[in-house]
Nanobody, 116 residues
Framework: QVQLVESGGDLVQPGGSLRLSCAAS????????MDWYRQAPGKQRELVAT????????NYADSVKGRFTISRDNAENTVYLQMNSLKPEDTAVYYC?????????WGQGTQVTVSG
């Protein structure tokens, strides 16, 4: 079975940092572009960051550019999101995601709460 499992979410003070991880199984991980999305209560799910299969190309939402860094370790089938200078508006459930054909694959999400 295809499975994406996020971890690393926590409660953090404004200005703090967190590192999220998404571990993939059941796929040949290194051939897929991977994404991080987030969704706050009552808000649309939004694309935060994208990393291409080689790891050499990335895209970021304007709201996180310069603060967040997406990376991947294909040998460990894991994608990361390093989040620095966190703001209260970053509070959301964060999901990793990829597309294969007609399928959208999502993790279960990990909660990030920035207090204040």
């Amino acid at each position: 079975q295809v499975q994406l499992v996020e971890s690393g979410g926590d409660l953090v003070q404004p200005g703090g940092s967190l590192r999220l991880s998404c571990a993939a199984s059941g796929i040949t991980f290194n051939i897929y572009t991977m994404d991080w999305y987030r969704q706050a209560p009552g808000k649309q799910r939004e694309l935060v960051a994208t990393i291409f299969n080689s790891g050499g190309r990335t895209n970021y939402a304007d709201s996180v550019k310069g603060r967040f860094t997406i990376s991947r370790d294909n040998a460990e089938n894991t994608v990361y999101l390093q989040m620095n200078s966190l703001k209260p508006e970053d509070t959301a459930v964060y999901y990793c995601h990829f597309v294969l054909g007609v399928g959208d694959y999502w993790g279960q999400g990990t909660q990030v709460t920035v207090s204040g």
